[in-house]
């Protein structure tokens, strides 16, 4: 079964945790919200003032897919979003390695640097920061930073649905190479042989 909508996002954060005083996702705030959607082939940037344009593109998707999106950027977005968001299509690469490797996950960035050659050239603390700057040329750093991790999402995704496989090294500085199913199945259809 091929998908006929696909969407990969990720979000930034207005403050940290040490900013808030709290533990608390939903008080971090959301300054902007990236997605790569297919098979339109186009990413998409909204600040907060847009936000209300994104989630059409989240309920028409056969899959929405991110990293660490169910235990982060889901609850991060919450007060901003309809009740039904965090109950629609939601595909978490981190929680599908999790499940696959036997609850040990691994960062976007060491598993983009060992399955796809490439990484981060920034940091989610700088992204806070660029926020609360404000201006036009921190703004921008801002975007390209999450536009970046959206892109890297992808190609994590692509590459584990060719290959069935993701790498990285772990903490504890050893290889891993764990095997992944990330292809669609057709709910309901059993795949028990009929004895007739």
């Known amino acids: 079964m091929q998908p006929q909508f696909e969407v990969f996002f990720d979000i930034e954060t207005k403050t940290w945790f040490t900013e808030t005083g709290t533990r608390k996702l939903e008080d971090l705030g959301v300054s902007i919200v990236c997605m790569y959607i297919r098979p ?8 907060e003032k ?14 929405i ?9 889901v609850p991060v977005l919450a007060p901003y979003a309809p009740p039904d968001f965090a109950k629609l299509n939601h595909f978490d690469i981190y929680n599908e390695l999790k499940l696959a490797n036997d609850s040990h996950g691994a960062s976007l960035n060491a598993i983009a640097k060992q399955s796809i050659g490439k990484g981060k050239n920034d940091s989610g603390e700088n992204a806070t920061l660029y926020w609360q700057l404000g201006d ?10 999450c536009r970046m991790d959206v892109e890297i999402t992808r190609d994590v995704y692509d590459f584990a649905l060719k290959n069935g496989y993701l790498q990285y ?11 992944v199913d990330f ?8 795949t028990q042989p009929s004895l007739f």
């Open 40 to 47: 339109e082939e186009q990413m998409l940037a909204f600040w």
């Open 50 to 63: 847009d936000f209300d344009q994104m989630w059409q593109y989240f309920r028409r998707a056969d899959r």
């Open 65 to 73: 897919i991110g990293f660490n999106t169910l235990r982060f950027d």
């Open 136 to 145: 036009a040329e921190s703004l921008a750093k801002l975007e390209k930073y």
């Open 169 to 179: 090294i772990d903490r504890w500085n050893t290889p891993r190479h764990i095997e």
């Open 183 to 190: 292809s669609y199945h057709i709910k309901g259809v059993s």
